[in-house]
C-alpha cells in the first residue's frame, strides 16, 4: 500500500470540505431562486380599470364621445320685453354644466353651435359666455357661432364646470340679419314656436404625456 503524507491527507479533507460547502451553497440557492420564482407567479396583482364617466345637464353620456342636442334657449326678459317670450332684441342664454368627477383620467372637451333650421328665428347670434359664473366674455365673429375648447384633468380638485352661453335675437339688417320686419313680426306671432340652437359637444382622453 503506497505511502500517503500527512499533508495529501490534510488537502484531501480541505477539498472534500469545500466540495460539501459548495453543494450545500448550490442547494440553498436553487431553493430560494425556485421559492421566489413560485411567490411572483403565484401573486395577485389587482389593477382598476380607468373610469370614464361623463354627465353633460346631469345626463350620463359614457356611451357617447360625441352629442349633438338642441337646446332652447331662456329668455329671462327685461325692461321692454316680458319673460318666456321671444322678440327682436331679446337677450337670452343656456347653461351646459359638465360634471367629469367619475373619470379617472384627462380629457378635452370642445363646444360648438350651430343655426337650427326648425327655429322660428334665424337671427340667434351668440353674444358672450362666462365659465364657472366668471365674468362674461364677449364674442365678435363672421359666423355668429361659439366654439370653445378646454381641458378636465384626472387630479383636479373640482372636475365640474359650468358653462353659461349667451345668444340674443338680432333685427338689424344692416349688422347682417336675415330676417325683415316682417318677417320678424311673424316669429313672434308664432304660437309655440321656439328658438332654437343647435350644441355639439365633443370629449376626447388626453394622450400621457409623462414620459
Given at each position: 500500500?503506497?505511502?500517503?503524507?500527512k499533508r495529501v491527507k490534510r488537502n484531501k479533507l480541505?477539498l472534500l470540505l469545500c466540495l460539501v460547502i459548495m453543494i450545500f451553497l448550490s442547494i440553498f440557492c436553487i431553493?430560494?431562486?425556485?421559492?421566489?420564482?413560485?411567490?411572483?407567479?403565484?401573486?395577485?396583482?389587482?389593477?382598476?380599470?380607468?373610469?370614464?364617466?361623463?354627465?353633460?345637464?346631469?345626463?350620463?353620456?359614457?356611451?357617447?364621445?360625441?352629442?349633438?342636442?338642441?337646446?332652447?334657449?331662456?329668455?329671462?326678459?327685461?325692461?321692454?320685453?316680458?319673460?318666456?317670450?321671444?322678440?327682436?332684441?331679446?337677450?337670452?342664454?343656456?347653461?351646459?354644466?359638465?360634471?367629469?368627477?367619475?373619470?379617472?383620467?384627462?380629457?378635452?372637451?370642445?363646444?360648438?353651435?350651430?343655426?337650427?333650421?326648425?327655429?322660428?328665428?334665424?337671427?340667434?347670434?351668440?353674444?358672450?359666455?362666462?365659465?364657472?359664473?366668471?365674468?362674461?366674455?364677449?364674442?365678435?365673429?363672421?359666423?355668429?357661432?361659439?366654439?370653445?375648447?378646454?381641458?378636465?384633468?384626472?387630479?383636479?380638485?373640482?372636475?365640474?364646470?359650468?358653462?353659461?352661453?349667451?345668444?340674443?335675437?338680432?333685427?338689424?339688417?344692416?349688422?347682417?340679419?336675415?330676417?325683415?320686419?316682417?318677417?320678424?313680426?311673424?316669429?313672434?306671432?308664432?304660437?309655440?314656436?321656439?328658438?332654437?340652437?343647435?350644441?355639439?359637444?365633443?370629449?376626447?382622453?388626453?394622450?400621457?404625456?409623462?414620459?
Amino acid at each position: 500500500m503506497p505511502y500517503i503524507s500527512k499533508r495529501v491527507k490534510r488537502n484531501k479533507l480541505i477539498l472534500l470540505l469545500c466540495l460539501v460547502i459548495m453543494i450545500f451553497l448550490s442547494i440553498f440557492c436553487i431553493k430560494d431562486t425556485y421559492a421566489k420564482y413560485i411567490t411572483t407567479t403565484t401573486g395577485d396583482a389587482d389593477i382598476s380599470v380607468a373610469r370614464w364617466k361623463i354627465l353633460v345637464n346631469n345626463k350620463d353620456i359614457t356611451s357617447e364621445k360625441e352629442i349633438s342636442n338642441v337646446i332652447s334657449p331662456i329668455f329671462a326678459g327685461n325692461d321692454d320685453i316680458a319673460p318666456s317670450v321671444i322678440a327682436p332684441t331679446a337677450d337670452g342664454y343656456f347653461d351646459l354644466i359638465i360634471d367629469a368627477s367619475d373619470t379617472d383620467v384627462s380629457l378635452k372637451y370642445e363646444i360648438t353651435t350651430s343655426d337650427n333650421k326648425d327655429s322660428v328665428v334665424r337671427d340667434l347670434v351668440i353674444s358672450g359666455y362666462s365659465l364657472n359664473d366668471g365674468d362674461r366674455q364677449d364674442i365678435s365673429n363672421s359666423n355668429n357661432q361659439f366654439k370653445i375648447e378646454g381641458k378636465i384633468l384626472y387630479n383636479s380638485t373640482n372636475k365640474k364646470i359650468k358653462l353659461r352661453v349667451h345668444l340674443k335675437w338680432n333685427d338689424d339688417e344692416g349688422n347682417g340679419a336675415s330676417m325683415d320686419n316682417k318677417e320678424d313680426t311673424n316669429a313672434a306671432r308664432v304660437t309655440g314656436g321656439l328658438a332654437k340652437v343647435n350644441v355639439n359637444l365633443k370629449f376626447t382622453q388626453l394622450p400621457n404625456t409623462s414620459n
